[in-house]
């Protein structure tokens, strides 16, 4: 397993982000970052839940309507 957390690897993909800017400005680079973070993170979980939404929803701290909708945000789910 890797030694970096999450949170490092954010961090230096960001810096990196920021320095293919060349000085640049970003937009809307919050809805980027949750956007980019969101689907991989609604696949890993919906396949280490085997399919289960209740069981996913749960382990997300989130309302499985919620999941639901995110889901199908995504195109993950017809």
Known sequence: ????????????????YFADLHGS???SLHDMV????????L?????Q???NQ???A?????????LRRKLLDHKLIK
Not at 7 to 13: A, N, P
Not at 34 to 41: F, H, Y
Not at 43 to 47: G, K, L, S, Y
Request: proline share 4%; with cysteine; aromatic share 2%.
């Open 58 to 66: 749960e382990w997300l701290g989130i309302n499985r309507n919620t």
């Open 54 to 56: 209740s069981k996913a």
């Open 1 to 16: 397993m890797s030694k970096k957390s999450i949170e490092e690897c954010v961090r230096e993909t960001l810096d990196q």
């Open 34 to 41: 949750i956007l980019t973070v969101e689907k991989p993170l």
């Open 25 to 27: 400005e970003p937009h």
């Open 49 to 51: 839940a085997e399919g």
């Open 43 to 47: 696949e890993v979980v919906m396949r």
